[in-house]
């Protein structure tokens, strides 16, 4: 039997003007969130497809309970896709708390690449000039967290050992001081200490490409991303 | 905006697209780094994004004013950027009233 809270729950002081509102305040965060229950559409997202090989590389959303946004790749090394928010709406700060959570499931764990977080609009957000990412790279299975302000690049430990077709959820947590704490499936993996912050604004982004040759399914079941106002 | 690079041949092409109401546009390079480079350039706002647009747009002189058709030139419309002719929209028919019986 859950707790009723008939008068509403707030977190707000008297003075505030939604005191009387019986909801927590959501404008103390500023909130991307996106659970995949419809297509990234190229009105939102800008979307970076590749497809040298054979088929063609696509984000869809199948039937699929819980909603997932789906990249299906062309079949040489390199072909695959990335989908970037069109506006970069996330300033990090100090003072201000931010969290990334994802949860995804790739094709190819060792034979890719790809990024999952926030980053400067690039087609190549690897090396994005501002990144607060999760990334793994081609030869690896290793999925460690990355936090790059164009002068410093700092990456965590491997914060996960992907595997095939599995899925694991990610989540960083900025504490508006100077560290970065890194979770595998809620767990807490590595805190990244004395980090300098990207200073300035980055979009949500994400994408995965072929690291071999052959056509691969990556699934991302939903990206969170929370900042403090 | 969604854009797709593929190779055809020899040759490299990035097919841009838009939202439901707009076109599809088709760019070919020469290489894959020429390709990339103008699809980052264009990200980044270096260069101008195209134009998903596919209203068709008139054509004007240097002054501003229209330009008109040239007659000597059956297989173009100077009058239309793109030189096409735009296809007119049928007309929906409106019903006669109902005669009173």
């Known amino acids: ?229 | 905006m969604q854009t797709q690079l593929t190779k055809s041949g020899a040759k490299w092409a990035i097919e841009c697209s838009g939202g439901p109401d707009e076109g599809t546009v088709s760019k070919e390079f020469a290489s894959q780094e020429a390709a990339e480079k103008w699809r980052r350039d264009v990200t980044l706002g270096n260069i101008e994004a195209p134009d998903l647009n596919t209203k068709p747009k008139r054509n004007r002189k240097p002054s501003g004013k229209f330009k008109g058709d040239n007659p000597k030139t059956p297989n173009k419309n100077e009058a239309w950027v793109g030189g096409k002719t735009p296809k007119k929209k049928a007309k929906t028919k409106k019903k006669a009233p109902a005669k009173k019986k």
């Open chain 1, 1 to 229: 039997m859950p707790t009723h809270f008939t008068n509403g729950v707030s977190n707000t002081t008297q003075g505030n003007p939604l005191y009387q509102f019986g909801m927590l305040d959501p404008t103390q965060w500023h909130v991307f969130w996106d659970d995949f229950n419809h297509e990234p559409l190229s009105t939102e997202w800008t979307i970076t497809a590749t497809s040298v090989g054979s088929g063609t590389s696509a984000i869809s959303t199948p039937d699929v309970a819980g909603g997932i946004a789906r990249i299906t790749t062309a079949a040489n090394e390199d072909d695959g896709l990335f989908a970037q928010t069109i506006g970069e709406t996330f300033l990090l700060a100090s003072g201000k708390k931010a969290f990334v959570k994802t949860r995804i499931s790739v094709g190819d764990a060792t034979q890719s690449d790809m990024v999952f977080g926030l980053h400067s609009t690039d087609t190549t957000p690897q090396d994005a000039t501002m990144r607060f990412q999760f990334e793994s790279v081609d030869g690896s299975a290793a999925i460690y967290f990355n936090s790059d302000n164009n002068t410093t690049d700092s990456d965590s430990e491997t914060i996960a050992t992907l595997a095939d077709d599995t899925f694991v959820t990610l989540a960083a947590y900025w504490d508006g001081v100077a560290n970065i704490q890194c979770f595998a499936d809620n767990v807490l993996i590595d805190t990244m200490n004395s980090i300098t912050i990207p200073g300035a604004e980055m979009a949500v982004g994400f994408g995965y490409l072929n690291g071999a040759a052959g056509a691969e399914t990556t699934d991302i079941d939903y990206i969170f991303v929370a900042n403090e106002r």
